[in-house]
């Protein structure tokens, strides 16, 4: 897996029906400096389109669509039991970069708490089994998500994406071998509390992220979100520290591939 020099979006859904001509954004997102991607899975079903889209930047091209696979606690309605030994499958022959995304969100109704716990867990167990880091998507559960992962002595780290909480739950976080992905969120005005946060984060903490398409920016909110604005949220982040744009490039790619157990 080689991952060139540049930014990375860690954390986008480009296999989403969204983006119909992936030809042409990779044409983009190689002019603006993107260095790779890294698309996660939010359901088993789509594995196989996961994949293919991935196989389609084979060749010259490779290396550049990275994914993870996991379902996700959205979709708990869809997955099934039987899915998990396929995920087992999965991790071991098509070998993605990390287990996700997969997490807790208990900003959703409260029935599905212990639903979701178990799920997260049988996927943090395969992690451990593939001996790979987690791509975490966590609200409401910072306590309960971290739980989770000292009981079952988890020591591959990973990304807590969209991460936006507080300066004392990042540090928890690093503690625990992950670092945080940030994104649109923090390109709002209002978004205080984060841009404290994200000033005060360890060069060594955070990757760059979009969500895309969901989750748009402050400059694009009624945009499709797409990794092109990978370069506007950097700069957000390089004021919000006092640091030029390209330590930030710098630093995130650098914690992206340590995160993601890559060499660089
Ligand atoms: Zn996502």
Redesign the pocket.
Known sequence: MEIGMGWIDS?C?LDFAEFCQPAELYARLKEAGCGGVLV?A?SAQYFPRLLAFKESFAGANSGFVNIALGMHPYFLSEHQEQQLPLLDEYLASARPLAVG?IGLDFALEAHGFASQLWWFEQQVRLAMKHQLPIVV?CRKAHDQLACVLRRLKFRHGGII?AFSGSSQQAHKYLQLGFVLGLGGALTYDRAKAMHRMVAALPAHGYVLET?SPDMPPAFARHEINSPLNIPKIAECIAQLRGEPRQRVYADSTQNFMRAMQLSA
């Open positions: 954390h859904h996660p939010i995304e998507h994406h969500d």
